[in-house]
């Protein structure tokens, strides 16, 4: 079955870290590009991080930038984002999602494949 | 940095035809891609590259892009189209990164 899952959500302090798993399966993992996205309760989907296929190629949104790193284990076909430094504002739903490889090569870039989403909850 | 403005709401009776607008500067010089989202579920792109439809998703399902607005367009509405409906582009003008509209929550009347 062609899914994504997210693991390791929960409630966290701020300040404190936290590290996101996506469990990919179903298909060829380093064909794609990986992604992370959050929705905040109420608000609309945020973009926050790729890396490419060999995993040599990261990008990073402004408001994660230096405090969130993303990373993946081909191997395992698994992805992967450590949060630090964590904010209220980054309670959300964080969801992974693939890009196909190929749109590196085009203008455009699209998620064609989303897993369900882990709730991140940054509160004392 | 790039701003794509989505009406918060739209409502349409069954069987009617549901227009969803997603504005943004110069929007046609970029590709458009629409997701749907239900809730408790995982977001699924309906419309990539403005008008193409991904495997399984009817052609109830059509996308337009022109000027400064992108259409997602679903005829014949029913209940099971009910949801939030997000428009997104890629913006590499600057910096690479994704960009959303806040999202459009269609309700059948």
């Known amino acids: 079955q062609v899914q994504l899952v997210e693991s390791g959500g929960g409630l966290v302090k701020p300040g404190g870290s936290l590290r996101l798993s996506c469990a990919a399966s179903g298909f060829t993992f380093s064909d794609y590009y990986m992604n992370w996205i959050r929705q905040a309760p109420g608000k609309g989907l945020e973009w926050l991080s790729y890396v490419s296929s060999t995993g040599n190629t990261l990008y990073y949104a402004d408001s994660v930038k230096g405090r969130f790193t993303i990373s993946r284990d081909t191997a395992n076909n698994s992805l992967y984002l450590q949060m630090s430094s964590l904010r209220g504002d980054d309670t959300a739903v964080y969801f992974c999602?693939?890009?196909?490889?190929?749109?590196?090569?085009?203008?455009?870039?699209?998620?064609?494949?989303w897993g369900r989403g882990t709730l991140i909850t940054v509160s004392s | 940095s790039y701003v794509l403005t989505q009406p918060p709401s739209v409502s349409v009776a069954p069987g009617q035809t549901a227009r969803i607008t997603c504005g943004g500067n110069n929007i046609r010089s970029k590709r458009v891609h629409w997701y749907q989202q239900k809730p408790g579920q995982a977001p699924v792109l309906v419309i990539y590259?403005?008008?193409d439809r991904p495997s399984g998703i009817p052609d109830r399902f059509s996308g337009s892009n022109s000027g400064n607005t992108a259409t997602l367009t679903i005829s014949g509405v029913d209940a099971g189209d009910e949801a939030d409906y997000s428009c997104?582009?890629?913006?590499?003008?600057?910096?690479?990164?994704?960009?959303f509209g806040g999202g459009t929550k269609l309700t059948v009347l």
């Open positions: 999602a693939r890009s196909p490889r190929w749109l590196v090569l085009s203008s455009s870039w699209y998620f064609d494949l």
């Open positions: 590259d403005d008008s």
């Open positions: 997104q582009v890629w913006d590499s003008s600057s910096d690479h990164r994704g960009v």
